[in-house]
């Protein structure tokens, strides 16, 4: 079965600083992953995702996350942070399961705190 | 066009009460879903709609949990009766086409259910 780890569970930068999110999944074929955000009181937002191709994908609010296959990765960047990105971030990858069935498996998410 | 929208918002019930969490996804959305994320742990699948039909419903925690969708339109989740356990936030999903992973999912904002 696949799984997703997101080994930091509160992250705080300063304004402006770059920011990079870990994200490492077990999969036994070709992942699909993806990387949601949610603000408070919103629901879950899809910033990119990756289903084969470039392994640099960019997504919505100059982020992007890099696919390395090597190291069963999925970390999303930005090189500049914003105070609106305060929010939870989670990464999460899809998956067939008992033929035709599909689904979502999330990690626990990282919480990103902005410091002005 | 509206997006996913989920009802209640919040809501917080004595355990052994009933509480019905209602969805209703992007319309001409076939594919439906409920996850549900319990407080400190990840987001997790509970079940999957194609149209009215029960596509896949491993991931329900137990026969207290009663899913449907009427005439392949919105959905309700029940929880009948509700146990302190069953406290977090229940997402709901919709996406367009049949193989999921083709189609982006478009998330509710969930509702926070609390059973005190």
């Known amino acids: 079965a696949q799984s997703v780890t997101q080994p930091d569970i509160h992250i705080t930068v300063s304004e402006g600083a770059s920011l990079e999110l870990r994200c490492n999944y077990s999969?036994?074929?070709?992942?699909?992953l993806f990387w949601y955000v949610q603000s408070p009181g919103q629901g879950l937002q899809l910033l990119l995702k990756?289903?084969?191709?470039?392994?640099l994908v960019q997504g919505i609010k100059g982020f992007e996350a890099e696919f390395k296959r090597s190291q069963s990765s999925f970390n999303l960047r930005k090189p500049s942070v914003h105070w609106s990105d305060a929010a939870e971030y989670f990464c999460a990858v899809g998956a067939y399961s008992g033929g035709s069935n599909y689904k979502l498996t999330f990690g626990k998410g990282t919480l990103l705190t902005v410091n002005p | 066009e509206a997006g996913v929208t989920q009802f209640p918002s919040h809501s917080v019930i004595e355990k052994g009460q009933t509480v019905t969490l209602r969805c209703d996804p992007i319309?001409?959305?076939?594919?439906l879903y409920w996850y549900r994320r319990v407080m400190g742990k990840e987001i997790k699948f509970l079940l999957h709609?194609?149209?009215?039909?029960?596509?896949?419903e491993s991931g329900m925690p137990n026969n207290r949990f009663l899913a449907e969708r009427t005439g392949g339109t919105y959905s309700t989740l029940k929880v009948q009766p509700a146990e302190l356990e069953d406290s977090g936030v229940y997402f709901c999903a919709s996406s367009q086409y049949r193989y999921y992973m083709d189609t982006e999912a478009f998330f509710g904002q969930g509702t926070r259910l609390t059973v005190v």
């Open positions: 319309s001409g959305h076939d594919n």
């Open positions: 999969y036994g074929a070709t992942p699909y």
């Open positions: 990756y289903f084969s191709g470039d392994t």
């Open positions: 709609f194609v149209k009215e039909s029960k596509q896949d």
